[in-house]
């Protein structure tokens, strides 16, 4: 295993203890799983900015 990939970080035991479940019925590592939450998340912000920036433009012109 390469160290040097990872990094160490604090979390709640409780979101430890719901991440392991996810893990598991997924069937993937923790560290996949969280990897995977992560980028879903920031998607959906990226495409919840850009929704924004477009609302904001549509306003800009009616007004």
Not at 25 to 35: A, G, I, Q
């Amino acid at each position: 295993m390469d160290t040097k990939k990872y990094a160490n970080f604090r979390a709640f035991k409780e979101d430890i203890e719901t991440l392991k479940v996810v893990a598991a019925l997924r069937r993937e590592s923790m560290v996949h799983t969280f990897k995977h939450l992560v980028q879903q998340e920031y998607i959906r912000l990226q495409r919840q900015q850009k929704e924004e920036s477009k609302d904001a433009a549509l306003q800009k012109d009616q007004d």
